[in-house]
């Protein structure tokens, strides 16, 4: 084994269970390019920021970065930044 598989520490994002107008809301960012993602500060620590990007793949542009949340806010701020984008422009 090597040291990554030594210990049992779990750094995980935590859970979040989505409400079905959040769903609709994560479909619709998918479908219409806009990438809203939790990314890692540091490896090894829990805190992350929620990236914003709109556009195909080789070609996003950056929108914008979050304040850094900690585990299970950060799917929570995910889930509200892509509402925030459904309800925005989605009607």
């Given at each position: 084994m090597?040291?990554?598989f030594?210990?049992?520490?779990?750094?995980g994002?935590?859970s979040?269970?989505?409400?079905p107008e959040?769903?609709?809301?994560a479909l619709?960012?998918?479908k219409?390019?806009i990438?809203?993602?939790?990314r890692?500060i540091?490896?090894?620590?829990?805190i992350?920021?929620?990236?914003?990007?709109?556009?195909?793949?080789?070609?996003r542009?950056?929108?914008?970065?979050?304040?850094p949340f900690?585990?299970?806010t950060i799917?929570?701020?995910?889930?509200?930044?892509?509402?925030?984008?459904?309800?925005?422009?989605a009607?």
């Open positions: 090597t040291a990554a030594r210990g049992n520490k779990k750094h994002m935590g979040y269970t989505r409400t959040e769903e609709k809301a619709w960012c998918i219409n390019d990438c809203i993602t939790p890692a540091k490896w090894g620590e829990r992350w920021v929620v990236d914003i990007e709109k556009g195909k793949y080789p070609n542009q950056k929108l914008g970065t979050s304040d900690g585990p299970n799917w929570e701020k995910v889930s509200e930044y892509q509402l925030y984008y459904y309800k925005k422009y009607k």
